[in-house]
């Protein structure tokens, strides 16, 4: 009887960073990508609180989930903030397989539905990098 595990390697930074190059690089992808991720804080959150100020408990829990998720954006608005910076992104993806990553964490992104993963992942791998 082996069971199966599977191993959550999600790098929140390196989400960031892949996500912003996408496949080619282009500047204006940059922006698209720290727009979505700025409007997943607000957006997400927004709609999180009218849902929680409707009652009830069905749209607590709902509302409660939104803003799960909408902080789980917030790591990665800040990662695209600081990775706007002329030459900031391409140094910090200077030798990695971009394509090998983007095939991971184009699955990986599904991950945000968690709430609270993101800013928990976010949290956990910046206090081991120092």
Known sequence: MGGSRVALRVDVRRLAA????????????????????????????????????????????????????????????????????????????EGVDVFAELRYYTAAQLWLVVPLLFVVLAVVQRRRSR
């Open 18 to 93: 892949i996500d912003m190059w996408g496949s080619a690089g282009v500047r204006w992808r940059r922006w698209v990508i720290l727009v979505e991720f700025l409007l997943g804080v607000v957006g997400l959150a927004a709609v999180g609180l009218v849902i929680l100020s409707s009652g009830g408990a069905g749209r607590t829990v709902l509302g409660l989930w939104f803003l799960g998720v909408a902080a789980n954006y917030a790591p990665l608005a800040l990662y695209a903030l600081a990775f706007i910076r002329p030459g900031a992104l391409e140094a910090e993806i």
